[in-house]
């Protein structure tokens, strides 16, 4: 039975497959494709993103494999040039940490394969690993329906929820941790910063499948500590 823990917006899962880091929705290139629509964005979300790795891999140490569950670019229909720096980048530095990177492939991921063949980056619609399988979660897939597959990680969903003082309101970035047909899944939060995401109480996530998410456990992320607390189920959060 493999292990699973919570590393701030990311998450370690240990098996016989080895020491597994899953990454959730990156976005790269997000801030281009801002300016080029006539809003301005500071292009320091990169060096953020590889500040926070730093101390993921601080934190955890050696890593097999690291896992991009899709949406990693973001452009639906071309390759900006941010986007293609930003991936090499990124590829590079994942790979001082890790033995091998692979990507399952989102629905902003359409045109990735050419700058991923550059850098020899394997790309799957979804990928199986003793019992767990991965993939973006916008698409279903019969193969993950296999006995042997006790855990679906998924991306995509970018879930975050709302917290009230009495006093005031904030979003937090969270893991959706729940049960659907025998399976165990996990929900990733978006790893971009420039939102926290998605309350799933007030907005549809976009899943390939109906999960009754009221029914999901709420694991919010907090701090610069890489603390992830776990808030109970999603229905009786407040």
Known sequence: MGKIDYI???????GKGGRILCIGDLHLGYEEHMNRTGVFVSRKMFEETILYLERVFEKVGK???????????????KIMKQERDDFEDLISFLRRKCKEVLIV???HDKLIESIAREKSVEIKDFFVLEEFCFLHGDKDFLEIYDKEVKYWILGHGHPAVKISDGVKMEKYKCF??????????????????????SDPRENDLGFAWKFDLDKFRVMIVSGEELEVLDFGLLKKLE
């Open 176 to 197: 959706l941790v729940g049960k659907f047909e025998k399976k165990e899944i996990v929900v990733v939060p978006s790893f971009i910063e420039v939102s926290e995401g």
């Open 63 to 77: 890593i097999d494999k690291v896992i991009l569950l899709g949406d990693v670019k973001h452009d639906f229909g």
């Open 8 to 14: 701030g917006k990311c998450l370690l899962i240990e």
């Open 105 to 107: 492939k989102g629905n």
